[in-house]
């Protein structure tokens, strides 16, 4: 739904946004029933964290998305490969994550969402002061218990310091 309707959403079509609407209605539901995951741990810790300006949560969420699948694939590859099957993607199980994270790329470039925090605007000398003590309230945020993959506070900077620079997830 999200990969047919966004992009026509985004440019304005009154139809495109309807079925927007009714898709985050639906996920709404799904997440009234079960936690999120630690990209939603990640945007919550991060929103407001740095004095540059406020990081809005579905941009965030945006921004960490393809970060986080990489790191989850290490342990529920095939789970995202059944995702990228269901939007029309095919290959082998590692195949199709990569094309995965590519379409999400793909479509955030599209709609003008920065590939990482560095080209948010987020001070690079502010992260580096703040990313520690980030990791350690991300980690500890109700969502990352649900997480596929266990994440421990290092392991959390070192994801958070690859969005910051776009670097690949390979820990």
Same mark, same amino acid.
């Given at each position: 739904?999200?990969?047919?309707?966004?992009?026509?959403?985004?440019?304005?079509?009154?139809?495109?946004?309807?079925?927007?609407?009714?898709?985050?209605?639906?996920?709404?539901?799904?997440?009234?029933?079960?936690?999120?995951?630690?990209?939603?741990?990640?945007?919550?810790?991060?929103?407001?964290?740095?004095?540059?300006?406020?990081?809005?949560?579905?941009?965030?969420?945006?921004?960490?998305?393809?970060? *986080?699948?990489?790191?989850?694939? !290490?342990?529920?590859?095939?789970?995202? #490969? $059944?995702? /990228?099957?269901?939007?029309?993607? =095919? %290959?082998?199980?590692?195949?199709?994550?990569?094309?995965?994270?590519?379409?999400?790329?793909?479509?955030?470039?599209?709609?003008?969402?920065?590939?990482?925090?560095?080209?948010?605007? *987020?001070?690079?000398?502010?992260? !580096?002061?703040?990313?520690?003590?980030? #990791? $350690?309230? /991300?980690?500890?945020?109700?969502? =990352? %218990?649900?997480?596929?993959?266990?994440?421990?506070?290092?392991?959390?900077?070192?994801?958070?310091?690859?969005?910051?620079?776009?670097?690949?997830?390979?820990?």
């Amino acid at each position: 739904m999200v990969f047919e309707y966004l992009p026509a959403s985004y440019e304005g079509d009154m139809s495109a946004r309807e079925q927007m609407h009714y898709g985050q209605c639906l996920a709404g539901q799904a997440f009234s029933n079960a936690l999120l995951g630690i990209v939603h741990s990640m945007a919550h810790k991060t929103g407001a964290a740095f004095s540059t300006g406020h990081i809005p949560h579905g941009c965030a969420n945006a921004i960490y998305l393809p970060y *986080v699948i990489k790191f989850n694939a !290490k342990t529920a590859e095939k789970r995202y #490969a $059944e995702i /990228a099957r269901s939007v029309g993607i =095919t %290959g082998t199980d590692t195949e199709c994550v990569k094309a995965l994270c590519d379409k999400i790329d793909a479509y955030n470039a599209n709609l003008s969402i920065p590939k990482t925090l560095k080209e948010f605007g *987020v001070n690079e000398a502010e992260f !580096k002061e703040k990313v520690a003590t980030i #990791a $350690e309230l /991300a980690v500890g945020d109700a969502c =990352t %218990g649900s997480n596929p993959r266990t994440i421990t506070p290092a392991e959390m900077e070192k994801l958070l310091t690859a969005t910051y620079y776009g670097t690949e997830v390979d820990f």
